[in-house]
Each structure stands twice: as C-alpha cells, then as structure tokens.
C-alpha cells in the first residue's frame, strides 16, 4: 500500500507458480508515475514454535531499467548450473552416460534448500 494514499499500487498482471513446497508469484504493478515494476516472491509455509503455520516470504522489487540486466545474470546463472550438472562426475552408483544425457535436461529435482540462506 501507498503510505500517502492508502490505496494498494495498481496490480496490472500476476502469476503464481507453484513449485515444491515453494510458491513463486510474479506481480507487474504500476508507478504513481505509471511506470511499471516486478515483484518477485517467494512463499514457503512453515510451522511456528506454537505449532501454527505461518508463511515466510521473501521479496524482490525489479525495476523496469533493471530487467536487460537481471534477465542476463540470471540466463548466465542457469546455464552455468546446467553445465556444471552435466559436467559434474558421476558417482559409481549412477546411470550410464547415456541415460545421463536425457536426465540432465530435466533438472527439477535440484534442491536450493542446499545453497543455505
């Protein structure tokens, strides 16, 4: 919400995207100025020390003269974490080389629980 107004930013498009035991929300909201802006959240349930549950989130604000940028690092980020994967050497216990190739593309299962916070 606005601190002058009281009245919430325009809300022009979102999107949740659920993923794991995370949800994602993709939000474009509108300036005072009507420029646009993104925000990004991330929402994970937890449950509280009384045993309620209560949602943490996290935020990021992407601003419109930002998005080339972050949009870079971020094509960067991922194809570095796609070749480190497939580059990565493959424990005794693991599938054939072949069969590696086919579950490298499909990389769901990594888990940014392990990154810490």
């Known amino acids: ?37 993104l925000t990004i959240t991330e929402s994970k349930k937890r449950i509280g020390d009384d045993g309620n549950p209560f949602y943490e989130k996290h935020k990021i604000f992407l601003y419109r003269e930002d998005f080339d940028k972050f949009l870079e690092g971020y094509n960067e980020t991922v194809a570095k974490v796609i070749e480190l994967k497939v580059d990565s050497p493959q424990p005794a216990s693991s599938p054939s080389p072949e069969s590696a190739h086919d579950q490298s593309s499909s990389f769901t299962d990594v888990s940014f629980d392990d990154l810490g916070n």
Not at 7 to 34: L, M, W
Request: proline residues 3%.
């Open 1 to 37: 919400m606005s601190e002058r107004t009281n009245q919430p930013r325009e809300e022009i498009f979102s999107k949740s995207v659920r993923a794991g035991k995370r949800t994602y929300f993709f939000d474009v909201k509108a300036t005072k100025s009507n420029d646009y802006y």
